[in-house]
């Protein structure tokens, strides 16, 4: 198994790696040696039907619902089932045997289609790989009751900038007991949650998106306890309350990078994404060299501050690129649970999770990778959570959502449906919104909604049973619609995305019809300054 392993490990192709991961699978289940040789005789085979095994192995990802050693051992058996299926063909393409595997399954809405499409499986079917369904149909109707009472199902989400939103000291900066004061004017608006944008400890060169401690509330907005008073507060009130979450990056500044970039290898040494010699460039991505002991690059995810965490790569083409189940970063995994776990005990209720689809490196349109990355970590949260709630950055409600994900947001990408409805004009880049006037909003732009839904209504449709997706009024990356409607215009746009599918996200000033202002750039924000 590992000679197999090592030499597949040489090449690249994404069904190579793919392989090298079902035999690490398989290393951890308890094979005899005549029963391993077998194995990878077997994985030799059908390697050569490239085309075949892709899909097979993309579709045991999509289908790989369980987490830890043991459902790995699981996982490594359902692949070995649907890779004898395609060299023996004595069953269908489509194949059932995974949704009556005696694992944990985390993602309750994929649990739910798979148990209609199951209900048509034969009885042969079942007994030929001698496995019980893990629940029957009353159970599953009683899984859609409880998740109907989800909280999120209906909730009205109120965003806040802390930097600019109260004040309670006098010292020009907004901060956590400044929130508390406010939260029953929040109420009172009938949102019943907060989304907080990063609070975290930060040398805020891009605005707590480069968060130097995960664990710790940045000084200038309060402590750990103020947070604590805050949820409690707001719990009091009926209000749930979401912190921002950055996965895929740190500050320069935090202590995993600092150890991370000593020549000496330790702990932290894999944490990061690092090139193997101080002169090499970053396969197409932007990196960094020359500023730490360690004969090296980095790679940088936006900011020159911002080095990108190791979750792996999907495409390999470099020694230095890990899997995605290398012991780094299956490591780097487990460090965000705990932060995550961390703030839930602290008394928040979820997270907004920022660029959620950027973990894993090389891992195309498709992002089959890092959903799988997020499968492992919500999964793992959700079932000592239950009660949490995650929002992703994706605008991608079919990944999203079937990933763990409970949201994913609508975003305003220039020329897309949501663009249409509110904004599409020049200048937005450059803190200059003009040419307005061709949103479907603006009373005499003569602009269809089909816009907007002939991009919306196909992506709802597929996705709306797995979660929700969100509108928004506005966020801290976008200008605020009130640079192009009219408090008119503003009302009706309100109005109609406040009654559309989804969670709506009120952005604090909104409600009043806040102006956008052309500002100098502030803690990295250029043309975004101006709605912060």
């Known amino acids: 198994l590992k000679d197999y392993r090592e030499e597949l490990s040489k090449k690249h192709s994404d069904i190579d790696q793919k392989i090298c991961d079902i035999l690490h699978y398989i290393e951890l289940c308890e094979t005899d040696d005549n029963e391993a040789a077998d194995l990878v ?35 490594a058996k359902q692949a070995l089932k649907s890779i004898k299926g395609l060299e023996t063909r004595k069953y269908k393409p489509r194949k059932y045997e995974e949704l009556f595997e005696n694992c944990v399954l985390k993602d309750r809405r994929l649990q739910r289609e798979d148990l209609h499409r199951a209900a048509h499986v034969s009885s042969d079917t079942k007994q030929r790989y001698s496995v019980e369904p893990t629940f029957d149909e009353k159970d599953g109707e009683e899984t859609m009751a409880e998740e109907k009472k989800a909280w999120w199902k209906e909730a009205v989400i109120y965003q806040i900038y802390p930097r600019s939103f109260m004040d309670s000291n006098g010292d020009g900066i907004g901060d956590l007991p400044g929130i508390t004061e406010k939260l029953p004017y929040v109420k009172s608006l009938g949102c019943n949650a907060l989304w907080i944008n990063p609070c975290f400890d930060s040398p805020f060169k891009d605005a707590g998106y480069d968060v130097r401690d995960y664990k710790k509330i940045a000084p200038r907005y309060g402590t750990n306890e103020d947070m604590a008073q805050l949820c409690r507060r707001a719990h009091a009130l009926g209000v749930r309350v979401l912190l921002d979450l950055v996965p895929g990056h740190t500050s320069e500044e935090h ?84 932060v995550i776990r961390f703030w839930l005990d602290l008394g928040c209720d979820g997270f907004r999770v920022d660029m959620a689809e950027s ?162 750039t502030k803690e990295g924000g250029y043309f975004r300054t101006g709605s912060r």
């Open 41 to 75: 005789e077997l994985l030799r085979v059908c390697r050569e039907n490239r085309r075949d095994i892709k899909d097979e192995l993309q579709r045991i990802e999509y289908f790989q619902t369980g987490f830890g050693t043991n459902a790995n051992v699981t996982r």
């Open 359 to 520: 973990l894993v490196k090389n891992d195309g349109t498709e992002k089959l990778a890092t959903m799988e990355v997020w499968r492992d970590i919500l999964g793992a949260i959700h079932k000592e959570y239950p009660d949490a709630a995650f929002v992703s950055e994706w605008n991608h409600p079919d990944k999203a959502l079937r990933c763990g994900f409970d949201m994913d947001f609508y975003l305003n990408w220039q020329g897309n449906g949501y663009n249409w409805l509110m904004r599409n004009y020049d200048g937005a880049m450059d803190s200059n919104p003009h040419n307005i006037g061709k949103a479907y909003f603006c009373k005499n732009s003569g602009t269809g909604i089909d816009k907007f839904l002939d991009e919306y209504l196909p992506t709802y449709k597929a996705t709306h049973k797995d979660g929700l997706w969100c509108f928004i009024t506005c966020n801290h990356d976008t200008i605020r619609p009130s640079a192009g409607l009219t408090v008119e215009e503003l009302r009706l746009a309100y109005a109609t995305l406040f009654t559309l599918p989804g969670a709506p996200f009120v952005y604090y000033g909104d409600e009043i019809g806040m102006r956008y202002l052309p500002l100098p």
């Open 255 to 338: 202590e995993w990078f600092r150890k991370s970039g000593e020549a000496e290898p330790n702990e932290y040494s894999g944490r990061y994404i690092w090139t193997d010699h101080a002169f090499a460039g970053g396969d197409g991505m932007p990196f960094i060299g020359g500023e730490y002991p360690r004969s090296a690059t980095y790679i940088i995810n936006f900011f020159k501050c911002q080095p990108a965490l190791n979750y792996g790569y999907r495409e390999r083409r470099e020694r230095w690129q890990q899997s995605i189940t290398s012991p780094d970063a299956l490591a780097t995994r487990e460090a965000m649970k705990d």
